[in-house]
């Protein structure tokens, strides 16, 4: 009876570790799929890692290239914003270059106005004054043996004769002309006369030309007789 129970512990304790070590042998074989499982697993995270951190690079590198052109572009726009800017400074400057230089031209355009409606002004009384004498030369040379020449420089030559008794035709002559202020200027005689410069300055104060002919004929007769 003992020997029967013991018989059928010692089988029931073979059972046992036959299914412990079944257990165990599976569990190890579960293990070793897990392990194995883990690492395809990892390996494969690690083969897309790796290919997401490449692209990552990439990106930053794509990035990185982005960012310089932008810069480059930025350089350029604002190298082409200093220059417009430096036109437009131009552009200014010369359109009040341009501004200045009308109104000069328009200064001396008003000036030269002025001026030739002066000398307009001036060329008519010359010319009022010229055909005075010339209508005056008639009478002149009738009476006081004078004839009036208009020579070059619109200079008027005043010949006398009939001073000298012995040589009625003998010529004394003397030279005249407006100057710029419009007065009249005595330029030269011959012969010589020293009152000239007194006759010139009494008739610019007088603007009596028939008194200054008379005192220039006279002049020329004291000289004969003295």
């Known amino acids: 009876m003992i020997e029967d129970e013991l018989g059928q512990f010692d089988k029931s304790i073979n059972e046992f570790w036959n299914k412990f070590i079944n257990t165990v042998s599976d ?62 400074a131009e552009v200014k400057c010369k359109k009040q270059e341009i ?71 003998s010529p004394f002559v003397f030279s005249l002309h407006l100057n710029e202020a419009r007065d009249y200027e005595v330029l030269d005689s011959s012969p010589h006369l020293e009152c000239l410069a007194e006759f010139q300055e009494n008739l610019r104060k007088t603007n009596n030309f028939s008194a200054f002919l008379a005192n220039v004929r006279k002049a020329f007769m004291a000289m004969v007789y003295n």
């Open 99 to 169: 501004e200045v230089l009308a109104a000069n031209i328009q200064a001396l355009k008003e000036e030269y106005a002025k001026k030739k409606e002066t000398i307009s002004t001036a060329n008519k009384a010359i010319e009022e004054r010229l055909k005075r004498l010339q209508k005056s030369e008639d009478l002149y040379k009738s009476r006081l043996g004078l004839e009036i020449r208009k020579i070059y420089g619109d200079k008027l030559q005043f010949i006398f004769t009939n001073i000298d008794p012995k040589h009625p035709e």
């Open 27 to 88: 569990t190890s074989c579960q293990m070793v799929g897990l392990r194995d499982a883990y690492k395809d697993s990892m390996k494969a995270f690690a083969e897309k890692l790796s290919v997401k951190l490449k692209e990552e690079d990439r990106m930053i590198e794509m990035f990185l290239e982005y960012q310089n052109q932008i810069c480059r572009q930025n350089k350029l726009i604002q190298e082409k914003k200093d220059n417009l800017l430096k036109s437009v």
